[in-house]
């Protein structure tokens, strides 16, 4: 996407954004796509030429295609390949999902990529790349008038596409835990990865969900960290919460063992935090903990103009409505106690989740020493 | 939105766009690697005024210097004591680490709350407070945010954890414990591998280069703690940075009535050295057996932060490998596809810094990729840059500056680097001339002086059976496991 359209030159799109001041970038998940730049208020017509001439006329070419394959490849070697536990989080979605939208990797495998076509990457960018199934958000210095005509002007003669198929978002009842071990050869301490199924984040019980993750792992305070972490000293790092998804989710829940130590206890000790929200009584502390933290982020999130484009945007292409930003806190805020454990109940339950244990496998090693 | 709120506060326009021709270049004659320039886009040439907020100072009874940025659009402050003199740099020679666990440790349980009550307090006012420093640092920070509403209760316990804390033993043992398991985790990251060997090669024994062990964890004692904090957590050389929805005048009172109690020390003046010279070029391999990418670091020292080639280091800095615009990236990423980045960085403190390439590149394209390094480093020293890349790197540097003024952080950054070097009061206002009067020959000038061939030191984290032998050719390589222990070659 940033190897040339019709009236910028391969690697201008970033040149101009770069020697204007500014950043940019794209980012991809299992739900959506999305560009964004950021740039001084007097380049509001650069932004929006760079942005319409690719939408309208992106220059796949077989060398540009080339060229990105070799790129994403690296990309895929240095956050998945190269890492410890970087194979854990595909895997773990492939052992957890049915739905294949949701089981297979954003990245794609080596031969995936090896494997498109100029043919296919024009196809899916004339569906999917389409005016009528994306959004523009434009936050910042400009006068909206003046600057919905630019859009217009710039946007309105790229033509539609027939509309996308609508993606399938169901996932079925899951009847049994499922259950896997991996080896990791750059590891040096073993992982629980812990996953259970639940709705969209469109669902008011994400918001639960959401508070449930504060409850077990927010800060320092978090049950997580003053239990596993610091009494039981079960884990050097730990995380618990949802991943938000337009379609099917995940609660996800991680703990790195210390050296020493035993993996079955740390799931145990996992567990037992579970089992004591569901019949346990939550504090009024860490109701208010969630609810400001809620508010918190979403005052900080206000003063980044590209914080704000994004997540409109988001909301706009998975919910189309935009307003959530004004509106989403106020369901956090409304999300009680009895809220919190009757999700825990639904969704934390053996049969519902899929664990990964991820294992340390030392590589045949040079071996050191004078 | 920032133009409108800060029209109070004295200010200075700056003319941030520079006009420069938009003449289309023809295809192919692009000045860099990896790049079509077609010249269609408009780019705009007007002068976008952008107001440079003020920040405002004033003394503390004790004589803290305060430093304070208002910025009243949403209810949060930030504020952090910084105290020179408290910093890892300060560490005893045998002690490694002491001022990194003493800062860490000073949330861990004061004289009245428990390490528990700390955390649940700060949490349930989703408030951050606690400090921290490197062993490359002079300061330790004591930071603190929160919701305008909690700045009370929350500056409370933040200085509670300056003044009283207690370091109870048992907190003392987890620490130990939690970071000797987090120093064995670090080890599996190559990044981290590649960052300690490149320490110790362009630093030496200096502090700048050290890196926290398990052997000088075991060394540390409560006593140590104790008395690096009851000597060194002083205001002699402190000063406190405040951003937010505040106004001087208030948050001057409530810090000197939180911090009456914090008197001088009689810290002694303060001194830091430069690092020894750097040694002749060598090559660092570090084996990572199964690696699928090396991580590849070329670097040297370079300046210390009051040089008067720092903005023109900076500015070459930024044509080598500022971003995706920067050589390094158009060359091994945009034409070679070797890599997913590549960039450069430098950092500048009171004492000599350092300025680093990197880029982490498959394992089979290791030797090519280390020659377009080392190629494009020779660029900035032997060739003339190109006047159209030139212009548009100053102008790219004084326009991100435009940006970076939506943060207040990082303006309040801006204001603190003038305070503790003791640039001028303009030094800010004028930034954007003195960049766009830097000239090539400058620039070349710079890269001959301190990125000399003969001392760039290069260091690979990646699978030594399969890059060993092509890393041969940039020099004597001497060889470490992920342990650091020397392997014999």
């Known amino acids: 996407m940033f190897k040339g359209s019709a009236n910028v030159g391969s690697g201008e799109h970033f040149m101009l954004v770069y020697n204007n001041g500014g950043d940019m970038n794209g980012s991809t998940n299992k739900d959506r796509t999305n560009y964004f730049e950021r740039l001084p208020s007097n380049q509001l017509d650069l932004a929006l030429f760079l942005e319409s001439d690719r939408m309208r006329a992106l220059d796949i070419t077989k060398d540009n295609l080339q060229n990105q394959i070799s790129t994403v490849k690296e990309e895929r070697r240095q956050s998945v390949d190269n890492q410890a536990y970087g194979k854990t989080m595909e895997m773990f979605d492939d052992v957890a999902y049915e739905n294949p939208n949701y089981k297979h990797s954003v990245i794609g495998s080596m031969a995936d990529l090896d494997a498109a076509t100029v043919e296919d990457v024009q196809g899916f960018f004339r569906t999917y790349y389409a005016p009528n199934n994306a959004a523009l958000v434009i936050v910042g210095d400009v006068k909206p008038a003046e600057c919905l005509a630019k859009i217009r002007q710039y946007f309105e003669v790229i033509p539609s596409q027939p509309a996308p198929p609508e993606p399938d978002m169901t996932e079925p009842a899951q009847a049994k835990e499922k259950r896997l071990t991996i080896e990791d050869p750059l590891a040096r301490a073993t992982r629980i990865d812990i996953g259970y199924h639940i709705p969209s984040a469109a669902s008011p019980d994400f918001d639960a969900l959401s508070v449930l993750s504060s409850v077990l792992s927010s800060g320092t305070s978090s049950r997580f960290t003053q239990t596993i972490v610091r009494q039981k000293q079960l884990a050097l790092q730990t995380f618990a919460g949802p991943m938000e998804s337009r379609g099917p989710g995940l609660f996800r829940a991680i703990g790195i063992l210390p050296p020493g130590k035993s993996a079955g206890d740390l799931e145990a000790a996992i567990y037992e935090e579970f089992e004591k929200v569901k019949t346990g009584t939550i504090e009024d502390w860490e109701i208010e903990k969630a609810q400001n933290s809620a508010r918190r982020s979403y005052l900080s999130g206000l003063t980044s103009s590209l914080q704000r484009a994004v997540v409109m945007s988001q909301y706009a292409v998975y919910y189309n409505d935009p307003n959530l930003i004004n509106t989403r806190l106020d369901r956090l805020m409304a999300v009680t106690a009895a809220d919190v454990q009757r999700v825990a109940v639904k969704y934390l339950t053996p049969e519902n989740r899929t664990v990964v244990i991820t294992v340390p496998k030392p590589a045949a090693a040079t071996k050191g020493g004078e | ?489």
């Open chain 2, 1 to 489: 939105m920032l133009k409108r709120t800060l029209t109070s506060a004295a200010f200075v326009l700056l003319a941030l766009t520079v006009t420069t021709a938009q003449a289309p270049v023809t295809q192919g004659m692009s000045p860099t690697k990896g790049v079509v320039i077609k010249g269609k886009a408009p780019v705009s040439d007007t002068v976008l005024k952008v107001v440079l907020p003020k920040a405002q100072h004033a003394d503390l009874a004790n004589g803290v210097h305060l430093i304070v940025l208002e910025d009243h659009r949403v209810p949060q402050v930030s504020i952090q004591i910084q105290m020179r003199g408290a910093g890892g740099y300060y560490d005893p020679a045998d002690m490694p680490g002491l001022a990194s666990i003493t800062a860490a440790m000073v949330s861990e349980g004061t004289k009245t709350r428990t390490s528990q009550q700390i955390a649940t307090e700060l949490d349930r006012l989703a408030a951050n407070a606690g400090a921290g420093t490197a062993s490359s640092s002079e300061t330790t920070v004591l930071s603190m945010g929160a919701m305008t509403e909690h700045l009370d209760k929350v500056l409370d316990i933040a200085t509670d954890m300056l003044l009283n804390p207690t370091f109870p033993d048992q907190e003392l043992a987890r620490y130990k414990t939690r970071m000797k398991g987090n120093l064995v985790q670090q080890r599996a990251q190559p990044a981290y591998l590649a960052q300690e060997a490149y320490g110790r090669v362009v630093f030496g024994t200096h502090p700048a280069g050290r890196m926290m062990t398990a052997e000088a964890l075991d060394k540390i004692t409560r006593d140590a703690i104790v008395n690096f904090h009851a000597t060194r957590y002083a205001p002699d050389y402190a000063y406190i940075g405040v951003t937010g929805d505040v106004t001087l005048a208030d948050i001057k009172k409530r810090l000197e009535t939180k911090l009456a109690r914090w008197t001088k020390k009689g810290l002694p003046q303060l001194s830091v050295a430069d690092p020894d010279a750097i040694g002749p070029a060598r090559v660092t391999l570090i084996d990572r057996p199964g690696s699928v990418q090396t991580n590849l670091i070329v670097g040297t020292q370079m300046i210390n932060r009051t040089s008067p080639d720092y903005d023109v280091a900076r500015l070459a800095d930024t044509i080598i490998g500022g971003g995706p615009s920067g050589r390094l990236f158009l060359n091994l990423r945009e034409d070679k596809g070797y890599t997913y980045g590549a960039y450069s960085r430098m950092t500048t403190l009171r004492y000599r810094g350092d300025w680093s390439a990197s880029a982490e590149v498959r394992t089979e394209v290791t030797e090519p990729a280390l020659t377009e390094m080392m190629k494009e480093i020779a660029r900035m020293r032997d060739e003339r840059i190109p006047d159209k890349e030139f212009a548009d790197k100053k102008r790219s540097l004084v326009a991100s500056f435009a940006l970076s003024l939506e943060s207040p952080g990082a303006i309040l950054s801006d204001y603190i680097v003038s305070y503790i070097y003791k640039l001028p009061a303009d030094y800010w206002d004028k930034y954007p001339a003195r960049v766009m009067a830097i000239t090539q020959d400058q620039v070349q000038a710079v890269a001959k002086k301190y990125l000399d061939a003969s001392r760039l030191q290069i260091v690979a984290v990646g699978d030594g059976k399969k890059i060993a032998e092509g890393l041969k050719k940039f020099g004597k390589v001497e060889t470490f496991d992920a342990e650091g222990k020397a392997i014999r070659q």
